[in-house]
């Protein structure tokens, strides 16, 4: 079976992650698919296969190598898709693309326009998986889910190809930010591993943000406004006050590649008290740092200026860049990228503009770069995955598993 075909029968779970909801998984419907896939996975050769309570599916695919003692590769891609736009009943389609837009649904004009997308004339001459326009298709990151099956189903055919052991996690809720909390790390028996996880084939990413979020609260004092000369304190007027000194240039909408930013997501409250959300990015932790001590500055000079006690900032870290333990294992990225040159590709390791899993297991010890799964515009309607470059992603990864077999087990 091709990795798209499983693609095409995986995408017609409803696994949407709730944000809403506390508990992992966060859409029961993870669970369907989860037990249909480990019920897969007995067939494909995989040993030791499991779904634990919070919907990690697990399992090993054993070493074909007698007496192996390298290291152990963990594969981990996750089952949810994002909620940002419909998950349900989706309709997947295969169109072989001459170019120009590629039309989901002529009648309806939905379309993905090259004009907009213009990396779709990469793809001239191949065949694409799309939806009919009116929902995700999933393949954040089904793709990689399939890429692995895909994987797992070649070495079974093929006992040619010398392998170490594999363990594979599927994991749930990864696009709600919750996909490595219940992860079994210790259980997880794996030295290094990937995240199946990106966008276009090709990618071998070992950079990710360092994350900061911020919650600002203004303390206002409200009175009648017929009353209010030097007595009221606008909260909301204060907040713009407090936004305004965030620099313009360093927003989300300003800002690329290497470039951090500040991102209000959210703001909320009356006269008497607003409260705002914010986020910090930054490659560079020291700078991502440094936006946080802006914004206590600003506080101060707010506090100076209405009192003490009037605007309060609390920040906590939420992920820190990979790329400061991946540097110590600097194979992880090389391997992959000399494979894909190899297969005659350039590898693109411009810095994720965003978190991964992967980030969080390589600081609780699990060193885990990120590779593309051949697929564009994740999280909407003109998401799509291409059905050679899924073919290519399996090709790499066979290629990968026999080359990490020949490392020494401290990688
Ligand atoms: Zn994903």
């Not at 694409?128 to 079974?156: F, H, N, P, R, Y």
């Not at 313009?248 to 951090?260: K, L, V």
């Not at 991946?326 to 297969?343: A, C, S």
């Not at 026999?402 to 490392?407: F, G, L, R, T």
């Amino acid at each position: 079976m091709r990795a798209y075909e499983r693609l095409l029968k995986y995408v017609s779970y409803s696994t949407g992650s709730n944000p809403e909801a506390t508990e992992v998984p966060s859409n029961p419907d993870e669970f369907i698919f989860a037990r249909d896939l480990a019920a897969e996975m007995e067939t494909l050769g995989f040993v030791d296969v499991h779904v634990d309570e919070h919907c990690y599916i697990r399992g090993t695919i054993p070493a074909n190598i007698e007496n192996y003692d390298g290291p152990v590769l963990g594969l981990i891609a996750h089952i949810d898709v994002s909620s940002a736009a419909a998950y349900t009943d989706i309709k997947p389609q295969v169109i072989h693309y001459t170019g120009g837009d590629l039309v989901q649904d002529a009648e309806k004009g939905y379309v993905v326009s090259r004009d907009d997308y213009p990396f779709l004339t990469r793809y001239e001459g191949m065949d694409i998986v799309t939806s009919d326009g009116t929902t995700l298709l999933g393949a954040d990151d089904k793709a990689g889910v399939s890429e692995i099956m895909t994987l797992a189903e070649q070495l079974q055919a093929d006992p040619a190809i010398k392998h170490g052991t594999i363990e594979v996690c599927f994991t749930p809720d990864e696009e709600i930010g919750r996909g490595s909390d219940f992860f079994d790390i210790d259980g997880f028996n794996a030295d290094v591993a990937y995240t199946v996880d990106g966008e276009a084939f090709g990618e071998v990413q070992g950079e990710t943000f360092n994350a900061l979020s911020a919650t600002v609260r203004i303390n206002g004092f409200s009175i009648h406004p017929g009353s209010a000369k030097n007595m009221m304190k606008n909260a909301c007027r204060i907040a713009c006050e407090f936004d305004g000194l965030i620099p313009d240039s360093e927003t989300p909408e300003h800002t690329e590649g290497y470039e951090g930013f500040y991102h209000l997501i959210e703001m909320k409250g009356d006269v008497e008290r607003m409260d705002l959300d914010y986020i910090i990015r930054d490659h560079d932790f020291a700078l991502a740092q440094s936006r946080a001590e802006h914004m206590h500055r600003i506080a101060e000079f707010l506090n100076s200026k209405y009192g003490d006690g009037t605007v309060e900032v609390d920040i906590e870290e939420s992920y820190r860049n990979m790329i400061e333990i991946i540097n110590e294992h600097p194979r992880l990225l090389e391997l992959p990228i000399e494979i894909l040159k190899e297969m005659d590709v350039e590898a693109d390791t411009s810095p994720i503009r965003g978190g991964t899993d992967g980030a969080t297991l390589s600081f609780k010890g699990l060193p885990c770069p990120n590779i593309g799964v051949g697929g564009h515009n994740f999280h909407g309607r003109k998401e799509f995955a291409v059905v050679q470059s899924m073919d290519s992603v399996v090709e790499l990864l066979i290629r990968l598993v026999q080359a990490i077999a020949k490392e020494p087990k401290t990688l």
